[in-house]
């Protein structure tokens, strides 16, 4: 089992950025691949992106490719989102998730654990 603590979430203009990190505890970070979603007000969860065990392989939904980038550090057991060009849209709690299987995952129902969510606010 592992716990999933994310942090970074803030007010930001549009154009900024944002980097959310993803704390891990627990079992051994390296055996989880994963991801991030996020929640919109009135809107369901949805895909952002989500990376590999060992974090050769990336994936993105087509509304964040090019400004988004999700990386991990495993000795240090954190995941990472580097948010640019955030835009107003991009307003939503955003959650990261793990799962101890292997493959691409892009519904929640392909993750096991999930985090609290952080806030991200992009102001127009």
């Known amino acids: 089992q592992v716990q999933l603590v994310e942090s970074g979430g803030g007010l930001v203009q549009a154009g900024g950025s944002l980097r959310l990190s993803c704390a891990a505890s627990?079992?051994?970070?390296?055996?989880?691949?994963m991801g991030w979603f996020r929640r919109a007000p009135g809107k369901e969860r949805i895909f952002v992106a989500m990376?590999?065990?060992?974090?050769?392989?990336?994936y993105y939904s087509d509304s964040v490719k090019g400004r988004f980038t999700i990386s991990r550090d495993n000795p240090k057991s954190t995941l990472y989102l580097q948010m640019n060009s955030l835009k107003p849209e991009d307003t939503a709690v955003y959650y990261c998730?793990?799962?101890?299987?292997?493959?691409?995952?892009?519904?929640?129902?392909?993750?096991?654990?999930w985090g609290l969510g952080t806030q991200v606010t992009v102001s127009s």
């Open positions: 998730a793990a799962s101890t299987e292997y493959g691409l995952a892009t519904t929640t129902s392909g993750y096991d654990y």
């Open positions: 627990g079992r051994t970070f390296s055996t989880y691949r």
């Open positions: 990376i590999s065990q060992r974090g050769y392989s990336q």
